[in-house]
């Protein structure tokens, strides 16, 4: 089992740090769109922000009540009651802070471990309550973040005006974006029986993978959107609709109740629609081929509607440009993917086993049971 490392810790508050920041450009922004009578733009990115906020909260109480399954129901109540004030992934972050903390620094030091909080079992700690974090930040980059730089893009596109505020948002999107995606593979990593360390390398090739062809997508939409905003929010939902078919076909195990189980193959199905996730933990060379095939086909079909809808355009220098930095993008991407799966990727997945019962110690709480849920989350 891979150890929760200083970098780790230090990582993990950089991480909180960025949550917090991403909150307050959010409102910011949204609060600019409002005072420049933008109010359709106001209400969409506050929208996007409860959204990707309120599936978080109910993902996360559901974890809770399932690892505190038999604890006292007063506590529960009092998690619920944070998680309705849309502040459950503090107690995420305070749990994590703690466990990382013990582990990263204190694990060395006898006086701090007991004989029921042996060091593996500390480490385990700080790493699920990490592992849930990533989970849930994978949640909101593709129901919020992903969606705001859209919504940023566009609107530069659109009305060609150069705001410091829609720069700080996209800045901040692409950050999001990029340490959620690398979080998540950390973790992945990590939930992975005699793995190596997640490294400098495959962390570069397999951020630069991601971020490049999710820009040049979004890009691409931008553009069919600019042309008919109608046509691309058709494509989105019939995207939409093929990837929460193919995740009910995939037979998803990850939540115990029905409705959590269909409340989560919606958001893969959205996840599906920006990037490629293999949710079943099996062998994707076919079927990731096939997405980024049609994304590529999707990707030139808008470029050629350009070209033969309004041919004038193609002498503008912003459509010369936004055409290089789409194909460009799109194949640097491919080409990164390509490199990243056959020199850098994870091969072999957790076996399916029992879930691991953890009891926890500290006297005066009753027994906790720990569940490994990534073992059936969304796999790379």
Not at 94 to 112: H, I, M, P, V
Not at 119 to 142: G, S
Not at 316 to 342: A, H, N
Not at 364 to 376: H, P, S, T
Request: glycine fraction near 4%; include cysteine.
């Amino acid at each position: 089992m891979m150890k929760f490392t200083k970098q780790n810790f230090c990582f993990l508050v950089g991480g909180i740090i960025i949550y917090v920041v991403d909150i307050g450009v959010d409102f910011w922004v949204a609060r600019k769109y409002f005072c420049q009578e933008q109010y359709f733009w106001s209400i969409s990115i506050l929208c996007f922000r409860g959204l990707s906020s309120s599936v978080t909260q109910i993902f996360s109480y559901e974890w809770f009540k399932n690892d505190w399954e038999g604890t006292d129901t007063g506590v529960l109540k009092w998690i619920f009651l944070v998680h309705l004030f849309q502040c459950g992934i503090f107690i995420r972050y305070w749990f994590a802070l703690k466990y990382g903390c013990q582990a990263a620094f204190k694990q060395n030091s006898s006086r701090d471990v007991s004989e029921a909080d042996p060091p593996n079992f500390i480490q385990k700690q700080a790493i699920d309550a990490v592992t849930d974090i990533n989970m849930l930040r994978i949640f909101k980059t593709f129901l919020e973040t992903t969606p705001q730089l859209f919504i940023q893009i566009y609107i530069l596109l659109e009305h060609g005006k150069n705001n410091f505020y829609q720069y700080a948002a996209i800045i901040m999107s692409f950050c999001g974006i990029s340490i959620s995606m690398v979080d998540y593979q950390i973790s992945l990593r990590k939930s992975l029986p005699d793995k190596d360390e997640f490294c400098m390398l495959p962390k570069l090739v397999y951020l630069s993978y991601k971020l490049l062809t999710i820009t040049s997508w979004i890009v691409s939409i931008s553009l069919i959107t600019l042309l008919s905003v109608k046509s691309s929010v058709v494509l989105l939902i019939f995207l939409w609709i093929c990837g929460f078919i193919w995740t009910l076909k995939q037979h998803t195990t990850f939540c115990k109740s029905k409705k959590m189980e269909y409340l989560y193959r919606t958001v893969v199905g959205v996840v599906l629609v920006f990037t490629f996730f293999n949710i079943k933990g099996r062998k994707t060379k076919f079927y990731i081929s096939i997405y980024y095939a049609t994304h590529t086909v999707v990707t030139l079909g808008i470029l050629f509607v350009y070209i033969f809808w309004k041919p004038s355009i193609i002498e503008e220098i912003r459509f010369i440009f936004l055409c290089i930095l789409t194909i460009l993008s799109l194949v640097l991407g491919i080409i990164f993917l390509v490199v990243y799966y056959r020199c850098f990727h994870a091969t072999a997945y957790c076996k399916p086993q029992a879930c691991l019962d953890e009891v926890d110690g500290e006297a005066g709480q009753k027994d906790r049971v720990e569940i490994d849920r990534f073992k059936n989350f969304i796999m790379q």
